[in-house]
């Protein structure tokens, strides 16, 4: 069974950080790229990034590149998302899933930015 468990929201100012990590088993995870997804409050699913399965490329969203970055340990079955400069509208569930398989989401970790 995919399990995916995602950490290490919280309430931050704006300016601020915070760094998600997700843990993931159940599946060769070397084998698969990853995707950090994030919903905020009364909109759709929104994709922020992608990791390849190698980490040897990854992608952003328009609206966080330059202040996120996610990153794998392939050894620890481990994928993270270094939140950096962070606005009010970044506010949002977070969720990580499988880069092809939206449904392998965890519960997510809240992230809130508000003064």
């Known amino acids: 069974e995919v399990r995916l468990m995602e950490s290490g929201g919280g309430l931050v100012q704006p300016g601020g950080s915070l760094r998600l990590s997700c843990a993931a088993s159940g599946f060769t995870f070397s084998n698969y790229g990853m995707k950090w997804v994030r919903q905020a409050p009364g909109k759709g699913l929104e994709w922020v990034s992608i990791?390849?399965?190698?980490?040897?490329?990854?992608y952003y969203a328009e609206s966080v590149k330059g202040r996120f970055t996610i990153s794998r340990d392939n050894a620890k079955n481990m994928v993270y998302l270094q939140l950096n400069s962070l606005k009010t509208e970044d506010t949002a569930m977070y969720y990580c899933?499988?880069?092809?398989?939206?449904?392998?989401r965890g519960q997510g970790t809240q992230v809130t930015v508000s003064s």
């Open positions: 899933t499988q880069r092809y398989n939206l449904q392998t």
């Open positions: 990791i390849t399965s190698d980490g040897s490329q990854t």
